[in-house]
């Protein structure tokens, strides 16, 4: 089983703000990680997949990085409607897990 | 436009029985495997089972294996969940997710509403 350790939990933020959230893995995973974003009541949504490759649709304030076992979730200008969690999830290999999520919160 | 709908979900005391439905539409079903996803309340998400657009292969999470069946009928467009010896820790709400792939292995890139289950006396 891949193990995966998502930071912060909690994060606090305001509109405008640049926010990271990171993912790191038990072991190497290439490529092999997507991005969800969850909203109260809802549906996951894709971002971003391949660990930088982002979703048809989803605006180009979300971007994606890294490789291997470091992985890194960034919002370059917090809007409105990014207040919501967020978790990475490995699909190298079985079974699939997700990180703990990140609940991205208004400061 | 591509969308997946579950239903099945209730109320179903420990140690029963529950099958859930997911109807996909919008695209062409058996070119993609499938997904079964769930959520406790309160609680991250946990990848539950998936299958092979073909249903010839299947996978199971570990704290699921040997009582929930993933199956799928290709000629209805429809993706099932059978859940016996259901559990208190089997509450849920769960989601049906189609795959980027034909073979299970990928990211989940549509996903249904949900349907909740409770298993409760």
């Known amino acids: 089983v891949i193990w995966m350790t998502q930071s912060p939990s909690l994060l606090s933020a305001s509109t405008g703000d640049r926010v990271t959230i990171s993912c790191r893995m038990s072991q190497g995973i290439s490529s092999y990680l997507a991005w969800y974003q969850q909203k109260p009541g809802k549906a996951p949504e894709l971002l971003i997949y391949a660990a930088s490759t982002l979703q048809s649709g989803v605006p180009s304030r979300f971007s994606g990085s890294g490789s291997g076992t470091d992985f890194t979730l960034t919002i370059s200008c917090l809007q409105s409607e990014d207040f919501a969690t967020y978790y990475c999830?490995?699909?190298?290999?079985?079974?699939?897990?997700f990180g703990q999520g990140t609940k991205v919160e208004i400061k | 436009e591509v969308q997946l709908v579950e239903s099945g979900g209730g109320l179903v005391q420990p140690g029963g029985s529950l099958r859930l439905s997911c109807a996909a539409s919008?695209?062409?079903?058996?070119?993609?495997?499938m997904s079964w996803v769930r959520q406790a309340p309160g609680k991250g998400l946990e990848w539950v089972s998936a299958i092979s657009g073909s249903g010839g292969s299947t996978y199971y999470a570990d704290s699921v294996k040997g009582r929930f069946t993933i199956s799928r009928d290709n000629s209805k467009n429809t993706l099932y969940l059978q859940m016996n010896s259901l559990r208190a820790e089997d509450t849920a709400v769960y989601y049906c997710?189609?795959?980027?792939?034909?073979?299970?292995?990928?990211?989940?890139?549509?996903w249904g509403k949900g349907t909740t289950v409770t298993v409760s006396s």
């Open positions: 997710a189609k795959e980027a792939w034909s073979n299970p292995g990928g990211y989940m890139d549509v």
């Open positions: 999830q490995q699909y190298y290999s079985f079974p699939r897990t």
């Open positions: 919008g695209f062409t079903f058996s070119s993609y495997a």
